[in-house]
T-cell receptor, first 111, second 111 residues
Framework: EDQVTQSPEALRLQEGESSSLNCSYTVSGLRGLFWYRQDPGKGPEFLFTLYSAGEEKEKERLKATLTKKESFLHITAPKPEDSATYLCAVQAPSGNTPLVFGKGTRLSVIA | NAGVTQTPKFRVLKTGQSMTLLCAQDMNHEYMYWYRQDPGMGLRLIHYSVGEGTTAKGEVPDGYNVSRLKKQNFLLGLESAAPSQTSVYFC??????????FGSGTRLTVV
């Protein structure tokens, strides 16, 4: 069973067209939810960690939010350099439990 | 600081050959992980380690072995490579089991 489901699989935006990516999860007692950015041919790069419902984190044009069942990555006025695959991952309550990743959303921002 | 370094970056193997992938981190992290990434499948955990001398199986451990003889190194071995092991392999490390730092990946092709 999937613990982490990301949607959409791919998203194409015009430069300046704001949108949101979704990450829904089924882990009970979430310890943390993580967002990563991955550029082609590179390893994932850490963006945010969210720990509790209602929490928000921001970085430049990105804002991540968390509810009890899902997280959103909001992209405001995106630029072509925001094009990448965005990965969501969750960690179960046990401290040593490795992260479980979703399959990602591939974002393309067209100038 | 180099962070997480993976060697080699690319490799082509014939079916039945063996090889070892090396992951080295210079951040004094306790936790280290090996993931594989395949199109449409996302990142899947192969093996991980919560400290020097310890290893544990992940979601897809069959056909792989690992060793963590030194804190800074985590080796992934393929004893008899199969075409199904064609993938991009990522190593990651973390200090307290969250906020992973990833390497740049090893692209392995088994023919």
């Amino acid at each position: 069973e999937d613990q982490v489901t990301q949607s959409p699989e791919a998203l194409r935006l015009q430069e300046g067209e704001s949108s949101s990516l979704n990450c829904s999860y089924t882990v009970s007692g979430l310890r943390g939810l993580f967002w990563y950015r991955q550029d082609p041919g590179k390893g994932p790069e850490f963006l945010f960690t969210l720990y509790s419902a209602g929490e928000e984190k921001e970085k430049e044009r990105l804002k991540a939010t968390l509810t009890k069942k899902e997280s959103f990555l909001h992209i405001t006025a995106p630029k072509p350099e925001d094009s990448a695959t965005y990965l969501c991952a969750v960690q179960a309550p046990s401290g040593n439990t490795p992260l479980v990743f979703g399959k990602g959303t591939r974002l393309s921002v067209i100038a | 600081n180099a962070g997480v370094t993976q060697t080699p970056k690319f490799r082509v193997l014939k079916t039945g050959q063996s090889m070892t992938l090396l992951c080295a981190q210079d951040m004094n992290h306790e936790y280290m992980y090996w993931y594989r990434q395949d199109p449409g499948m996302g990142l899947r955990l192969i093996h991980y380690s919560v400290g020097e001398g310890t290893t544990a199986k992940g979601e897809v451990p069959d056909g792989y072995n690992v060793s963590r003889l030194k804190k800074q190194n985590f080796l992934l071995g393929l004893e008899s490579a199969a075409p199904s092991q064609t993938s991009v392999y990522f190593c990651a490390s973390s200090l307290q089991g969250n906020g992973y730092t990833f390497g740049s990946g090893t692209r392995l092709t088994v023919v």
